[in-house]
């Protein structure tokens, strides 16, 4: 490495250009200074340190370097890169999103404010209050006016019950016997062995089996509404749970499809027995009849439905158990009843027998 010349033999321009190496030889912690720009106090202690070296003074200069600036075509074609780029990203980000879930069943259908009714629908309407609570002979009379499609609808009945049946002492399932049917035939079938067969036949099932009948259903026979079982069968009716559990047709015990009576249980279900259950929401949906019955056998029917439900209430349910309580033809508008009239509501004939 080439020695650094004395300072005092330079000219100013080798003096310029020698400055940085003269000026690296300094203490690290003390920087090039001039006179200018420390006390003579300062100055005199810094002399005076024993491994001070002498540097040169910073000599300031003009560098006669122009400013560059960028021209609008530039700065144009820089905002349009940058626009660019962020649309990319935006369209990455788009792109990388997941896609909306597709809906399926009650979840895919249209809202209420979405939906279009039908002019037959907007007249029948019209003659209900949408909020009014009605007593149930005024109901029921209601019902029977909005029916006027060209078939014989249904009666339903709808109640919101105070109940969540996620929890197994919230849960609702049972059967009520309509004293005045329901307006429907049922077909029956059953699977026994023995002499039960016979004893089945002979009540008025419409199909009697063993073994063989639960091979056809395996096939995918289905040509029956109602299914009941003997004790005895069920360990051979366990393997149809998948075919008959989503149709509602399995036999159960608390639905009276499970039983060593058959011939009562043939007879109640051909005369009006209907079994009911809370769905997910907490409301029990019910058919109570067809819109053909006279008034009396409709009240009749709708309040040994509600003496059901009352009956049955679930251990679990806490405070107010009826929430709401509607009744509709199968393509009328709902009816919403009066649920302090409704519990309390006793037929006519009940007071002329207490008359008597």
Known sequence: MAAVANPSILSPPTVLSSQKPIASRCLPSLRPFSSFAYPPLALHNLHLHPLAKPCLPIIPRKLDVPIIRPEASDVAAAEAYLAADEATSDSAVATASPKPKIK?????????????????????????????????????????????????????????????????????????????????????????????????????????????LIEQIKGGFMDFDKLIASPDMMPKVASLGKLLGPRGLMPNPKAGTVTTDISQAIQEF???????????????????????????????????????????KPSGAKGVYWKSAHICSSMGPSVRLNIREMLDYKPPTVYLLQRI
């Open 104 to 212: 399926t069943g009650k979840a895919a259908l249209l809202l209420k404010r979405d939906r279009t009714r039908t002019k037959r629908f907007l007249e029948i309407q019209k003659l209900r209050e949408n909020k009014k609570e009605y007593d149930v002979p005024t109901a029921i009379s209601l019902l029977k006016g909005t029916a006027n499609t060209k078939f014989v609808e249904s009666a339903e009945a709808h109640f919101r019950l105070n109940i969540d049946p996620k929890y197994n002492d919230q849960q609702l399932r049972a059967t009520v016997n309509l004293p005045k049917g329901t307006g429907q035939t049922i077909k029956v079938a059953v699977l026994s062995q023995g002499e039960r067969i016979d004893e089945a036949k002979n009540a008025g099932a419409d199909i009697v089996g063993g073994e063989e």
């Open 270 to 312: 051909k005369k009006g027995k209907v079994e009911y259950r809370v769905d997910k929401t907490g409301i029990v949906h019910l058919a109570f009849g067809k819109v053909n019955f006279t008034d009396e056998d409709l009240i009749a029917n709708l309040m040994a439905a509600v003496r059901s439900v009352e009956t049955n």
